[in-house]
């Protein structure tokens, strides 16, 4: 039976960027306005299953790329503010911040033998944390750039074995702290691992492909999964695999050969998914939602709800590269009316392009099991002079990757929704020994490129010198802060950096509750290896 519309989770404020099965038939979603959200799945409705957010959870201060559950039943959560945090999710409030990785906090994995937490980090390590301390027990340094996914192995006889993945293209395998095997294969950044139970594991990259593996080290099928980056990778119940990636596509892939089940287009890039013990799908899309598919009949959407869905997808404009098998520019006047469509197609998700009776191009895809063509959008001749997928720059990801010339020399300035132009100007000139005298160029250079962006309500990455957040002495010469009327010298007032910071009254591994420090918090550090992406428009 092919998966069908069971309900659109609404909420979130921004992309839904990671997703995950909770407890007693809930989902838990993390997403780029820095809030977790716990929904509770009602599959007994009478109209088929329904999502009710139950908890909002709110103490991270830039957005959410990795959720989780402990084995206690407690939601976990990490994020690009580099923080960790266990919740006590019936009080909405954090249970413990576990500090530790310099960098945004990418996967977060719970070892189902030992009940350790597996994290991974730009920062090139994972690090291993003890829940019931809330203490860092290992940490893994072997990789030579960003880090995408762990994967504890889960095994009885060595809890502390894990697989790691990231932006050196390389996978690695480990007994605690030691590298047992490195696994390379892939051509580009890895971005997601799963076990393959009696097999291996699974592995899939920006190289568009997934790979499966056994742990001795022979790769043993390379299955070509889309046209651009995937996101994740994971196994249903039944033995199927399953991903998404930037093409807005969740694919079902029969577990013993290429063949593609089924294909479902969604309204925007699909930034995760993830199967439910009851052998569902969630998928958490860059439109702020996530989306709930089921093969059972009892829990799918009303046929209203299924309908509004294929007019949101089909009303989608897709840049023609995006499309399986196109190169070079779209030429509408070479293609069929759309009477073409009246000829079956030979795979699921197989792609074709139309023109309508107005002599626009439209994209179709083929549906296997309900033997028709799907429309998915219009087709545009180009993208618009920005590269397909987010950027990515030694290893990392980007919303803008900016080519920014000065003096002649043209040299990479990355970016993200919700950053702080003025302090990504200043990190730039520092990072490029750059005369101060450009920060105001460099910085509305990036206000005019980045339209509506919004900067994190966090605790801002200003500029302490020149930003609206700078230092101003007080008119009897001295500081002051907050409520006098002033902002806070940041290396001689109260509000001066001191090592260690968590956030205020919070537990926290390692280190106490002072503020944080002002260059470092967000800072972006020199990249290895070379910019990987083109120019942002």
């Not at 909770?22 to 977790?36: E, L, N, Y």
């Not at 093969?295 to 089909?314: H, I, M, S, T, Y």
């Not at 950027?391 to 003096?407: A, Q, S, V």
């Not at 980045?450 to 009897?476: E, I, K, L, M, W």
Request: aromatic share 8%; with cysteine.
């Amino acid at each position: 039976e092919p998966f069908q519309l069971s309900a659109i989770l609404t909420g979130h404020e921004q992309d839904v960027r990671s997703v995950g099965p909770f407890a007693d038939d809930q989902v838990i979603t993390g997403s780029r306005d820095a809030t977790v959200r716990v929904w509770k799945v009602d599959s007994e409705s009478a109209d088929g299953a329904s999502a009710t957010c139950t908890h909002t959870l709110s103490g991270h201060t830039h957005f959410v790329g990795a959720v989780g559950i402990t084995a206690a039943g407690e939601a976990l959560s990490g994020s690009n503010d580099k923080h960790i945090i266990i919740w006590n999710t019936e009080a909405a409030a954090p249970a413990h911040v576990l500090q530790g990785h310099t960098e945004p906090v990418t996967c977060v994995r719970v070892s189902p033998s030992s009940g350790q937490l597996f994290s991974a980090s730009w920062d090139k390590t994972a690090r291993v944390w003890d829940l019931g301390s809330a203490s860092c027990v290992a940490v893994l340094k072997g990789h030579e750039a960003a880090l995408w996914a762990v994967q504890p192995l889960g095994e009885e006889a060595a809890s502390d074995r894990c697989l790691t993945g990231g932006g050196d293209r390389t996978i690695k395998l480990w007994a605690g702290e030691t590298c047992e095997r490195t696994y390379e294969g892939h051509s580009d950044v890895v971005r997601d691992l799963a076990l393959l139970p009696g097999a291996g594991f699974l592995s899939c990259s920006n190289d568009a492909t997934v790979r499966m593996w056994e742990l001795g080290g022979e790769c043993l099928r390379v299955l070509q999964a889309s046209e651009t980056f995937l996101y994740s990778v994971s196994v249903l119940p039944g033995g199927e695999w399953l991903t998404c990636s930037e093409d807005r596509t969740v694919r079902v892939w029969a577990g013993g050969s290429d063949d593609c089940v089924q294909s479902i287009t969604h309204p925007a890039t699909v930034w995760d998914c993830a199967p439910l013990p009851n052998g569902d799908i969630v998928a958490g899309c860059a439109d702020g939602r996530a989306y709930l598919w089921t093969r059972a009949a009892g829990r799918a959407a009303p046929q209203a709800l299924q309908a509004g869905f294929k007019d949101e997808v089909a009303a989608v404009a897709m840049p023609a590269q995006q499309v399986e098998g196109m190169v070079g520019d779209l030429d509408v006047s070479q293609l069929a009316s759309e009477e073409a469509l009246a000829q079956p197609g030979e795979r699921e998700g197989q792609h074709k392009i139309v023109k309508d009776e107005g002599g626009t191009p439209m994209l179709y895809t083929w549906s296997m099991a309900k033997g028709t063509w799907e429309k998915i959008g219009e087709v545009t001749g180009s993208s618009g002079g920005t590269s397909l997928g987010k950027r990515m720059h030694g290893g990392k990801e980007y919303d803008y990757l900016f080519d920014i010339d000065i003096n002649g020399s043209m040299l990479k300035l990355p970016f993200n929704r919700g950053d702080d132009p003025w302090w990504a100007a200043q990190q730039f000139l520092w990072k490029n020994d750059i005369d101060q005298a450009f920060l105001d160029q460099v910085a509305n250079f990036v206000i005019t490129n980045t339209p509506g962006n919004q900067v994190s309500s966090g605790p801002r990455n200003a500029d302490p010198f020149t930003s609206g957040g700078s230092y101003r002495p007080a008119a009897n010469g001295a500081g002051s802060s907050g409520a006098n009327g002033g902002n806070a010298d940041p290396f001689t007032s109260g509000g001066a950096y001191r090592p260690g910071a968590a956030p205020e009254g919070v537990p926290s591994c390692g280190g106490s509750s002072a503020p944080q420090d002002p260059w470092m918090r967000g800072a972006y550090t020199t990249a290895q290896g070379a910019a990987a992406a083109a120019a942002a428009a």
